[in-house]
């Protein structure tokens, strides 16, 4: 299942819970884990944050940062940059345009659980506990 994740999922991966086993395991699930290239820097800008809340030494979130890259699927903004005006009447906040169009773009889920993303019904979205039941 190809399916486009939120930065919200991101960020929780650096604990342990079933999101970091989603992810360490996306292979084995058949899951191709989908983020634009602005997520990986969005992770960059909030690593204190991360730090922060994890409780968890710089290395060990570079560590993890590592392994979370290594089970993504990073588009360049170029390949889905048409979508972008399509996505804006869709989001419940302009800094997620680039996940819904992503999203618009491979014609797949977005994997969230922010609630304002239910507003809307021309993307599907799957919370964690929807993505585990269907695995």
């Known amino acids: ?3 486009v994740a939120d930065t919200n999922i991101l960020i929780l ?3 342990q819970n079933p999101i970091y086993d989603i992810i360490s395991n996306s292979a084995l699930y ?8 602005l997520a990986i820097e969005e992770l960059k800008k909030n690593k204190e944050a991360i ?3 994890t ?11 590592e392994k979370l890259k290594s089970n993504l699927i990073i588009i360049n903004k170029k ?3 048409h979508y972008e005006n399509e996505a804006k009447s ?6 997620d345009i680039p996940f819904f169009a992503l999203a618009l773009y491979l014609q797949a889920p977005i994997w969230s659980n922010e609630l304002a993303f239910q507003n809307q019904s021309k993307i599907k979205i799957l919370r964690t506990k929807d ?5």
Request: cysteine-free; hydrophobic content about 45%; glycine content about 0%.
């Open 1 to 3: 299942m190809d399916i």
């Open 13 to 15: 991966f650096f604990r």
């Open 30 to 37: 058949n899951l191709k884990l989908f983020v634009p290239d």
């Open 51 to 53: 730090l922060k809340y």
């Open 55 to 65: 409780n968890k030494t710089k290395e060990e979130v570079t560590k993890l940062t």
């Open 79 to 81: 390949y889905f940059w």
């Open 90 to 95: 869709l989001v419940p906040h302009e800094k």
């Open 131 to 135: 993505l585990i039941e269907i695995l």
